[in-house]
Structure formats: C-alpha cells, structure tokens
T-cell receptor
Framework: AQSVAQPEDQVNVAEGNPLTVKCTYSVSGNPYLFWYVQYPNRGLQFLLKYITGDNLVKGSYGFEAEFNKSQTSFHLKKPSALVSDSALYFCAVRAVTGGGNKLTFGTGTQLKVEL | NAGVTQTPKFQVLKTGQSMTLQCAQD?????MSWYRQDPGMGLRLIHYSVGAGITDQGEVPNGYNVSRSTTEDFPLRLLSAAPSQTSVYFC??????????FGQGTRLTVV
C-alpha cells in the first residue's frame, strides 16, 4: 500500500527566512508527487507536482520541491518565507502503475510564519 | 470554468438520518474521489471512481455509498448518519497523472 509521511505537525519560521516542509513517501514503482496548500475554511489548492524530468520542481507563489528517489523524499521549500504563507500543507503520492490511480495524502504540516 | 462544485457547504444531521453530498465537475475528468478531513489525520480516501459506472472503496468506506452514472457527477450517500461521520468532506477530480482539483468542501455535523 502507498503512504506519505509528514514528520512535522508544525513548522515555525521567521519571515524572510528559508522554509522547508518535509515529506517522504512509499509506493510500488515510480511515483507522481504533489504538494497542496489549505487556508482556513477553504479547499485544497495545488502548488506543484513531480511527474518526470528534473528533480527540482518549481510551483506557485515561489515554492519549489526536490524529488530524491534514493531517499524517497519530496520536501517543499521556499527561499524567503512570507507571513501570508502560513497555512496547512499536504504532500500526496500517486503510483505511476498500479494503485488504481489513488491519490494518498500525508497528515499535513501547519506552517506558521512570524514577523 | 466552475471546476469542482460541492453542495451543500454546511449540513447538520441527526443520528440515523440519511443524506447525499453532491459533487459535479466540468473538466471531463475520468477520476473522481471523496475524502474526509479530520484534525491530525489528513485526508482519508472514502471512495473513488475511475470512470462512469466504475467505483471502488478507499481507506474508510464504511457507512458511505457512491455511484457514478455520468462522467460529471459523483454523489456520496450517508445511509444512516453517525456522530463518527462528523467531518469535512472534499470531492476531487483529476485526469491522471495530473493534479487533483478539489471542491470547497462540506462541513457535516451529526448530532
């Protein structure tokens, strides 16, 4: 069965500092990987995805993520955090083959950016 | 484009009542799914469909039914609501391997 682990329930960072939100995954074969953001009382918004190609993926709002196959990780990063980045972030995985195209999510990481 | 539309946004049910959460998408996506979101547990897959007429169970299917008679619609039925079904429900659609698009959610309270 496929799974996603987000080991930190909350990440605190000062505005202007770099941020990292961690994600590791388990899936049979190759993965498709995604990051989503959720603001309070809202649905999930897509940030970025890794399908194939370059291991460094750039997405919306200045976010990027690095796919590391040997470490089965897909950490979300941003060089300079903004207070408006404060939200709940979810990592998700879908198997390239098998798995019925199911999209499996992690438990989420609350990002708090402070002045 | 409307994307994924869920109704209602809020609902309060009494234990034992039934109801249907509606989900419609206008992107001609084959894959649709229902998730529930509970604090500290992320999004858990309830049921999914890979096309009209085809549905399958996800991680937490008990107490829920689905059907997919058209590409556009994927309703979720609660047959006999229980307090444990108090949650926020999200419908999503996608065309694999692409990203999923989510509705705005339904906040359900069962008393």
């Amino acid at each position: 069965a496929q799974s996603v682990a987000q080991p930190e329930d909350q990440v605190n960072v000062a505005e202007g500092n770099p941020l990292t939100v961690k994600c590791t995954y388990s899936v049979s074969g190759n993965p498709y990987l995604f990051w989503y953001v959720q603001y309070p009382n809202r649905g999930l918004q897509f940030l970025l995805k890794y399908i194939t190609g370059d291991n460094l993926v750039k997405g919306s709002y200045g976010f990027e993520a690095e796919f590391n196959k040997s470490q089965t990780s897909f950490h979300l990063k941003k060089p300079s955090a903004l207070v408006s980045d404060s939200a709940l972030y979810f990592c998700a995985v879908r198997a390239v083959t098998g798995g019925g195209n199911k999209l499996t999510f992690g438990t989420g990481t609350q990002l708090k950016v402070e002045l | 484009n409307a994307g994924v539309t869920q109704t209602p946004k809020f609902q309060v049910l009494k234990t034992g009542q039934s109801m249907t959460l509606q989900c419609a998408q206008d992107m001609n996506h084959e894959y649709m799914s229902w998730y529930r979101q509970d604090p500290g547990m992320g999004l858990r897959l309830i049921h999914y469909s890979v096309g009209a007429g085809i549905t399958d169970q996800g991680e937490v299917p008990n107490g829920y039914n689905v059907s997919r008679s058209t590409t556009e619609d994927f309703p979720l039925r609660l047959l006999s609501a229980a307090p444990s079904q108090t949650s926020v429900y999200f419908c999503a659609s996608s065309q694999p391997p692409g990203e999923a698009f989510f509705g705005q959610g339904t906040r359900l309270t069962v008393v």
